[in-house]
Structure formats: structure tokens, C-alpha cells
């Protein structure tokens, strides 16, 4: 599996890009978004990629971000949720932004994302919030196992949160980080002063 390609930007289309790595030339799918953002033919650029495999197809997607690479592959594992969806989705919803969506369960937002319905939303919505909650609950299991232990857990010493936390703390979970490595670098803001969004800003760059 490919992580990332890195080489000399050769081609800019619509739908995607070709890299020259070492004389071999990789067609890479991305956003208008993400392609706007890379630099000019015959730069160095460096892209994350997922790699899919299918019986008939083999494509190499590319992200400018870990977030936005994150967040194709939570989408494109929703039920109904296609790759060229997810990419439509990533050039027009930034990562922290659909993040908040779907914890404040804001359907307005994503319907406003081209092939996204009121029923595409709130499966959207429903399936993310829903495997945050069953990491929560197993966190929770052994949080409980540790007690009957006596042993001290790192959960046993999170940081106290308002509410304002605790949102940004399960969008970045939306966007798929652990929530130890979340509550890290959470603890080292300024929770009083800073927004929702400004918590999961500060937090990207913390976890990146």
C-alpha cells in the first residue's frame, strides 16, 4: 500500500494528477480543491494516497492533508458513500468543518455538498457518531477493568472537560484519532479562550 507519493508534479487535469517518481508516472484522483493547492508542473509535491483495489479498477487517490485522507476514508466507508462523493465532499467541506457537523448533527451543511440528500446526511451523521460511541463504550469496559485491578489507567487522569471540549474532542475523533492521543493535546490549549473550531484547528496541528 502506498502512504504517500512524493516526485515532480508532470500533469494538472480536472479529476486528477500525474507525479513522476523516478521516471514512472503516478495518476493520483483529487479535488479541484486539493489540485488548486499543489504547486505548479515540474515542482516537487508530495501527496497522502489511498489505494484501492478492485476487480476492475486500481486507483490512487491524493490528499494535501492526513485530515482530509482521514476523512476520505471515513466517508467511503459509510454505506451509499462513493469515492467520487468523498472527493466532492472534501472540495467543498474542510475536515474541521465536517467534523462539527456531524457531532452538532448539522444536516443543513452536508446537504449542501452536491449528491448529498437529507437521508445520505443523517446516514453520514448516524454511522460516524455511532462508532464513536462503541469506542467509547469499550474504552469505558476497560476503564472499569482497571478499577477491579487497582491499577492507575491514563483515562483515570484525563482532563476534565465542559462541554466546549468535549466536542471538539469527539470531532477529532470523527476524523478519526485516537481519544487518549486527542485528550493530550487538548490539555495543552487554552480551553478557556478558544472556540469549537479553534480547539480542533490547534488540535490537528498538535496530532499531526
Not at 502506498?2 to 508532470?10: D, F, P, R, S, V
Not at 462523493?85 to 452538532?104: G, K, Y
Amino acid at each position: 500500500m502506498l502512504a504517500y507519493i512524493k516526485g515532480t508534479l508532470e500533469m494538472k487535469m480536472t479529476e486528477y494528477i500525474v507525479i513522476d517518481v523516478g521516471g514512472l508516472g503516478y495518476k493520483v484522483f483529487m479535488s479541484e480543491a486539493g489540485i488548486e493547492k499543489l504547486g505548479n508542473i515540474g515542482e516537487q509535491v508530495k501527496v497522502h494516497t489511498f489505494y484501492r483495489v478492485r476487480e476492475d479498477d486500481i486507483s490512487i487517490y491524493g490528499f494535501n492533508t492526513l485530515e482530509e485522507l482521514r476523512m476520505f476514508e471515513l466517508l467511503i466507508g459509510v454505506s451509499g458513500v462513493g469515492a467520487k462523493t468523498a472527493l466532492t465532499m472534501l472540495a467543498i467541506c474542510e475536515p474541521t468543518e465536517f467534523a462539527l457537523a456531524v457531532i452538532s448533527e448539522d444536516v443543513s451543511t452536508l446537504t449542501g455538498i452536491p449528491g448529498i440528500g437529507p437521508k445520505s446526511a443523517k446516514r453520514i451523521i448516524l454511522e460516524l457518531k455511532d462508532k464513536i460511541t462503541k469506542e467509547q463504550q469499550i474504552e469505558e469496559i476497560n476503564k472499569e477493568v482497571a478499577k477491579q485491578e487497582n491499577k492507575p489507567t491514563k483515562l483515570q487522569n484525563a482532563i476534565k472537560t465542559n462541554s466546549k471540549t468535549s466536542e471538539a474532542i469527539a470531532a477529532l475523533q470523527v476524523l478519526g484519532y485516537n481519544k487518549k492521543e486527542i485528550e493530550k493535546a487538548i490539555e495543552k490549549l487554552d480551553k478557556e479562550k478558544l472556540s469549537v473550531e479553534e480547539l480542533i484547528k490547534k488540535g490537528l496541528i498538535l496530532l499531526g
